[in-house]
């Protein structure tokens, strides 16, 4: 199975702060990479899909970007609402595989 | 109101068995590919089972393979997990989730979750 490794595994960051968080795969996956984010207690929400495609009625100000094996997640100015664990997932090959998660916390 | 709903979890001894079921509603059931994913408590998501949105071909993780099985009515719009011979490593919250599917096509990922239900393993 595709392995997925994150970093960071946590940050700390302020409302307003750009994020980055980093996803990487264990072979190419061509663009076939989703974004998740889980607040505590919550199901996983959506965010991203093929790598770059903003899920309807998602903020803006999320947006993903790679190919292959190297993929971000960029949170242009962090909000209150957005300190959650962030997960990637893989779905080009069988099984799909989740990233271990970066969880962002208030600083 | 577009949503899944889980239930049936529980406390279950090791070796036991259990039936989740996952109501959909607010969208064409009938139409989608549906999975089930896990999160064993405090650690990250692990998909467990995809069915067709006709219920023609079914997938498992090698984790749960010949124990679960996948099923699906799609005149109640219900999706089932049946899942015997439990193991303490089975414990976790247990989601239902859409794929963002197309007819025959099915995309693996996830673009409606359910709020899950918690299957504990213990004696």
């Known amino acids: 199975a595709i392995q997925l490794t994150q970093s960071p595994s946590s940050l700390s960051a302020s409302v307003g702060d750009r994020v980055t968080i980093t996803c990487r795969a264990s072979?190419?996956?061509?663009?076939?990479l989703a974004w998740y984010q889980q607040k505590p207690g919550k199901a996983p929400k959506l965010l991203i899909y093929?790598?770059?495609s903003l899920e309807s009625g998602v903020p803006s100000r999320f947006s993903g970007s790679g190919s292959g094996t190297d993929f971000t997640l960029t949170i242009s100015s962090l909000q209150p609402e957005d300190f959650a664990t962030y997960y990637c997932?893989?779905?080009?090959?069988?099984?799909?595989?989740f990233g271990p998660g970066t969880k962002v916390d208030i600083k | 109101q577009v949503q899944l709903v889980e239930s049936g979890g529980g406390v279950v001894q090791p070796g036991g068995s259990l039936r989740l079921s996952c109501a959909a509603s607010?969208?064409?059931?009938?139409?989608?590919?549906m999975h089930w994913v896990r999160q064993a408590p405090g650690k990250g998501l692990e998909w467990v089972a995809f069915i067709r949105y006709d219920g023609s071909n079914k997938y498992y993780a090698d984790s749960v393979k010949g124990r679960f099985t996948i099923s699906r009515d799609n005149s109640k719009n219900t999706l089932y997990l049946q899942m015997n011979s439990l193991r303490a490593e089975d414990t976790a919250v247990y989601y239902c989730?859409?794929?963002?599917?197309?007819?025959?096509?099915?995309?693996?990922?996830?673009?409606?979750w359910g709020r899950g239900t918690l299957v504990t393993v213990s004696s």
């Open positions: 997932q893989q779905f080009n090959n069988y099984p799909c595989t």
């Open positions: 607010g969208f064409t059931f009938s139409s989608y590919g």
């Open positions: 989730a859409k794929d963002d599917s197309n007819g025959d096509y099915a995309y693996w990922y996830f673009d409606l």
């Open positions: 093929d790598a770059s």
């Open positions: 072979q190419g996956i061509s663009s076939a």
